[in-house]
């Protein structure tokens, strides 16, 4: 599992009309290439009168999987600049689709891969990016007493609480970085004068926004 990466938040769309043209980019994360074809079928299905629906998408932790689709267009003018997007903005399991209804004016090649690659940038934009950073979490159960004192100097520190459960007990889920965990666990000790029941649990991501 990588470290970190980036990629898209969820999914979105956002047109945009270039010389009478509509270019509407539709935005999916995608984590395999069965749900990647899946949303450009989709997709096709619901602009089945469009002009094209052209596509690119960027699978697995190095890229492994990648596939760009001009869908009618001059070759080359529409599925790699889309891929192209996704490669400069280091977006990794991404689908994007850009649906094309021709306005009646041509662009010729270079007008076409512009077009296509600022529909797919400014998409994505809308659309919203994502950190993704492999974080353990640690649990912190407390008796109520403590909880204002420990929340907040969570939230005025360097760590992202994840959930707070209130049960017989507090118990607040922290993420934490693996390397950090021994300093973050002294930290908590300190911090409930030993009080506090402090355990490491799952290794999983964090997402936040760029």
Known sequence: MLSQYYTVKHNGEHEIVIQKSRFIAHVMRAETEEDAQEFIQKIKKEHWNATHNC?????????????AND???PSGTAGVPILEVLKKKHLKDTVVVVT????????????????YGKATSEGIEATGVVERKL???????????????????????????????????VEIETYVEEAD??????????????????????????EKEV
């Open 181 to 206: 965990a021994q300093n973050f666990t002294d930290w908590m000790v300190e911090l409930t004068n030993g009080q506090g029941e402090i355990t490491s649990c799952e290794v999983l991501y964090m």
């Open 55 to 67: 596509s690119a998408y960027l699978i697995g932790e190095h890229d492994q999987i990648q596939k």
């Open 135 to 169: 974080m353990r979490v640690m649990a912190t159960k407390i008796d109520y007493t403590w909880l204002g004192k420990v929340e907040n100097e969570l939230r005025s520190s360097i760590y992202e609480i994840k959930e707070i459960h209130y049960l017989d007990q």
């Open 100 to 115: 094309r209804y021709f306005g009646g004016i041509k662009l010729g090649a270079g007008g076409l891969i512009r077009a």
């Open 71 to 73: 869908d009618g267009e």
